[in-house]
């Protein structure tokens, strides 16, 4: 009965840090994602102000 137990604990602990490392490689796909979506909104907003000829950033937001 103990070592049912104990194979129990030493599964819950490798599924704890399977998911502890499932997460934080979410969190570094999430921080990339964010990084990429701020470039991409930078690209397009100096796009949008050179073809908008400089207009004042009032009339463009």
Request: proline fraction near 2%.
């Amino acid at each position: 009965m103990m070592i049912g137990i104990a194979l129990v604990l030493a599964d819950l602990a490798d599924i704890r840090a399977e998911m502890r490392q499932d997460l934080a490689a979410l969190g570094d796909e999430l921080a990339g994602l964010r990084r990429h979506m701020d470039d991409r909104f930078a690209a397009i907003q100096s796009e949008l102000l050179h073809k908008l000829g400089g207009l004042p950033r009032q009339v463009i937001n």
